[in-house]
């Protein structure tokens, strides 16, 4: 059985449990789920971009249990604070363990997570599972070149980047650095180990995008190293700042449902439940 909490989003094959879900005029989520076999496990599936998106996820898993289901699984594949996963500067809060405390004070059978930015995520969840960017790269991958470069945009990127190359036999690795002030997030400058890129194409692979700030700077930079086409794939498009400057640079944009829809023509946008078939 499967509780799907947000409707535009149903990632796992499986029976849906029907529910209903509302505010409070103070603010607070509610909750009410149809009778079902009970004995069955549940798997909740939620995209969470906000206190109140967790909020419903906590109530959900509270009414299933208190519906005797015996087994719990979630499936939320952009953990929230994620990005902030080590205190940088005096005064600042370890954001994904807060998240992850309250995931854990629900006593769930699993937590299941899709390219978490890093290992500390997985690390502070009880019972976690973790799935690869493969199955999305690989969706990518059928329809480029193969001269293509894999571009890693940072160090906290590149980890990944050579396990994905190694699993798909991809040679052309190209490890590429930035410099960031703490204090402040401003980017100051980009590395390309390269002196020319012979015009080949290519992908920039990365687990997050925001404001998109790195890959326009890193893009530049390609550009000026004699890149071919260049590609952007990130695993968890929030695209805060839009799209107009991406595309601009960038031939393809790729990412998943994780975060949001997109309707968009210069992003593809390859949904989840296409490419992991989770059940």
Same mark, same amino acid.
């Given at each position: 059985m499967v509780l799907n909490l947000d409707s535009h989003f149903k990632p796992i094959h499986g029976e849906e449990i029907n529910f209903?879900?509302?505010? +409070?005029?103070?603010?607070?989520?509610?909750?009410?789920?149809?009778?079902?076999?009970?004995?069955?496990?549940?798997?909740?599936?939620?995209?969470? !971009?906000?206190?109140?998106?967790?909020?419903?996820? &906590?109530?959900?898993?509270?009414? $299933?249990?208190?519906? /005797?289901?015996?087994?719990?699984?979630? +499936?939320?594949?952009?953990?929230?604070?994620?990005?902030?996963?080590?205190?940088?500067? /005096?005064?600042?809060?370890?954001?994904?363990?807060?998240?992850?405390?309250?995931? !854990?004070?629900? %006593?769930?059978?699993s937590v299941t997570i899709f390219d978490p930015h890093s290992d500390v995520t997985p690390a502070l969840l009880n019972n976690c599972t973790t799935i690869q960017n493969h199955p999305f790269i690989g969706e990518i991958l059928s329809d480029?070149?193969?001269?293509?470069? $894999?571009?890693?945009?940072?160090?906290?990127?590149?980890?990944?980047? +050579?396990?994905?190359?190694?699993?798909?036999?991809?040679? !052309?690795? $190209?490890? &590429?650095?930035?410099?960031? %002030?703490?204090?402040?997030?401003?980017?100051?400058?980009?590395?390309?180990?390269?002196?020319? $890129?012979?015009?080949k194409p290519c992908l920039v692979v990365d687990d997050i995008c925001d404001g998109g700030g790195t890959f326009i700077g890193l893009a530049e930079e390609l550009k000026k190293k004699n890149a071919g086409d260049l590609y952007l794939a990130v695993s968890h498009g929030i695209f805060s700042k839009g799209f107009d400057q991406l595309s601009k640079i960038y031939t393809q944009i790729f990412t998943t449902d994780s975060i949001k829809e997109i309707d968009n023509a210069s992003i593809k946008q390859i949904r989840l439940n296409q490419i992991l078939k989770l059940k």
């Amino acid at each position: 059985m499967v509780l799907n909490l947000d409707s535009h989003f149903k990632p796992i094959h499986g029976e849906e449990i029907n529910f209903d879900s509302f505010l +409070f005029n103070g603010g607070e989520p509610h909750i009410r789920i149809a009778e079902f076999n009970t004995s069955e496990e549940v798997i909740v599936t939620h995209r969470i !971009n906000s206190f109140n998106d967790l909020g419903l996820l &906590c109530i959900a898993v509270d009414a $299933l249990q208190r519906m /005797k289901v015996e087994k719990i699984h979630l +499936f939320i594949p952009y953990f929230p604070g994620a990005r902030q996963d080590r205190v940088m500067v /005096k005064g600042e809060s370890l954001s994904v363990k807060v998240y992850a405390d309250i995931i !854990n004070g629900l %006593n769930i059978a699993s937590v299941t997570i899709f390219d978490p930015h890093s290992d500390v995520t997985p690390a502070l969840l009880n019972n976690c599972t973790t799935i690869q960017n493969h199955p999305f790269i690989g969706e990518i991958l059928s329809d480029l070149s193969d001269e293509l470069i $894999l571009v890693t945009p940072d160090a906290g990127a590149s980890k990944k980047v +050579f396990k994905l190359a190694s699993q798909f036999g991809i040679t !052309n690795i $190209l490890e &590429c650095g930035k410099k960031r %002030n703490v204090l402040t997030g401003e980017l100051s400058g980009f590395t390309v180990p390269t002196d020319d $890129l012979e015009n080949k194409p290519c992908l920039v692979v990365d687990d997050i995008c925001d404001g998109g700030g790195t890959f326009i700077g890193l893009a530049e930079e390609l550009k000026k190293k004699n890149a071919g086409d260049l590609y952007l794939a990130v695993s968890h498009g929030i695209f805060s700042k839009g799209f107009d400057q991406l595309s601009k640079i960038y031939t393809q944009i790729f990412t998943t449902d994780s975060i949001k829809e997109i309707d968009n023509a210069s992003i593809k946008q390859i949904r989840l439940n296409q490419i992991l078939k989770l059940k």
